[in-house]
């Protein structure tokens, strides 16, 4: 048998231990790592990414079950990589049984090839080469699960990049938001633009070419003082 297949993996009862996960006031979905040793995780990662809707808007995605442990196991950062897949996990307004279960998932990555990428948008003038210089940059792709109820990615893009600010905090940080999240977009995808838009990044141009894809992709730039208002209003409306 396959040592990477889903039929090695371990099931938990998640009904007597809660999965930990992470909830900002006035959320309605937490956030949490997946976890690679997880077999419902595991199939609701495969179930998001093999959706005919998500197939659509994202390349390269023909995976078989030991790349989609492969791609939960690779988690963290060494010097010339970054990746960090989060959950979007039910908590409010959700079934009891779905509490903690995966509704999408957020992703966060970085090698040479996005710095490449990037290297185009100084070309272009969209990003200045200080940009690149000074903070440390991340691509950012998500999806909804198929079966889970709309209008949880907005929270788990905020929830996430907060979180993520903090695991990519070094003590010598001045500013531990010298992040830079890009969202490249199909002009098309409009469900996908108003999910980031709503999270507070901006468009800052368009870019002809991204890998092997011909459309000119859409690039947005998260904006931190955004996503904190956002936040700050969220909880501010939960309490009232
Ligand atoms: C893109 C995608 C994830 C969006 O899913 P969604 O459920 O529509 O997204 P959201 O959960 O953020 O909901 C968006 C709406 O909720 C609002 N919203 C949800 N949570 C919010 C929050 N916490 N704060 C503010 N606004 C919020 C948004 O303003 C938006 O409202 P609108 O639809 O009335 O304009 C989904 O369509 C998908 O999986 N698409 C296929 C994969 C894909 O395209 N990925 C992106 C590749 S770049």
Redesign the pocket.
């Known amino acids: 048998m396959d040592e990477s297949s889903f039929d090695n993996l371990k099931t938990g009862d998640y009904s007597q231990n809660p999965r930990e996960q992470v909830r900002y006031a006035?959320?309605?979905s937490a956030v949490r790592f997946l976890d690679p040793t997880d077999r419902i995780d595991a199939q609701k990662l495969k179930q998001?990414i093999t959706?005919p809707?998500?197939q659509?808007?994202?390349s390269d995605l023909n995976m078989n079950e030991a790349d989609f442990v492969a791609w939960m196991q690779e988690q963290g950062s060494t010097p010339n990589r970054r990746h960090y897949l989060f959950a979007v996990s039910g908590s409010q307004r959700t079934k009891p049984e779905d509490i903690g279960e995966i509704q999408?998932f957020i992703y966060f990555y970085s090698s040479s090839e996005e710095k490449l990428q990037a290297q185009k948008l100084i070309d272009a003038g969209i990003l200045t080469p200080d940009d690149l210089e000074q903070k440390r940059l991340l691509e950012i792709?998500?999806?909804?699960s198929p079966d889970?109820?709309?209008?949880?990615?907005?929270?788990?893009?905020?929830q996430s990049c907060l979180e993520v600010s903090k695991i990519m905090q070094r003590k010598s940080d001045t500013d531990p938001e010298n992040i830079l999240v890009l969202?490249?977009?199909?002009p098309e995808?409009t469900?996908?633009i108003?999910?980031?838009?709503?999270?507070g990044f901006d468009e800052i141009g368009s870019i002809a070419s991204y890998g092997d894809e011909i459309v000119p992709n859409k690039v947005f730039r998260l904006n931190w003082d955004k996503l904190h208002k956002?936040l700050q209003s969220?909880a501010f409306r939960s309490l009232t």
């Open positions: 006035g959320q309605l998001t959706n809707n998500v659509h808007w994202m999408g792709s998500y999806a909804k889970s109820p709309p209008g949880r990615i907005t929270g788990g893009i905020m969202a490249y977009i199909d995808n469900n996908s108003r999910a980031v838009e709503a999270a956002n969220a």
